[in-house]
């Protein structure tokens, strides 16, 4: 079992910055991709960002440029620094890890992007 706590998120103004955090705990030593997935009210969850162990990235399309995932293996953390934030980037922001039994989720953490 992997557990993931999120933290970072919050309330700022279009054009800002935020950097969420996400700790596993438990097996890690088992965690293969982690990443950033976000849902907004009334939309499907979908992906923001992954990265691998070795330290490959993959963002989605909306956030490239502004967003960087990056991974603390040693801390078995990742994080996502996100700039120049829109308001269409507000939504719960969800950790993912995966190893060979299947994927976690944390609990999210919200983020509002508004004046």
């Known amino acids: 079992q992997v557990h993931l706590v999120e933290s970072g998120g919050g309330l700022v103004q279009p054009g800002g910055s935020l950097r969420l955090s996400c700790a596993a705990s438990?097996?890690?030593?088992?965690?293969?991709?982690m990443g950033w997935y976000r849902q907004a009210p009334g939309k499907q969850r979908e992906l923001v960002a992954t990265?691998?162990?070795?330290?490959?990235?993959n963002y989605a399309d909306s956030v490239k440029g502004r967003f960087t995932i990056s991974r603390d293996n040693a801390k078995n953390t990742v994080y996502l620094q996100a700039n120049s934030l829109k308001p269409e980037d507000t939504a719960v922001y969800y950790c993912?890890?995966?190893?060979?039994?299947?994927?976690?989720w944390g609990r999210g953490t919200q983020v509002t992007v508004s004046s």
């Open positions: 438990g097996r890690t030593s088992s965690i293969n991709a």
């Open positions: 993912s890890a995966t190893n060979l039994y299947g994927t976690y």
């Open positions: 990265t691998s162990p070795g330290g490959r990235t």
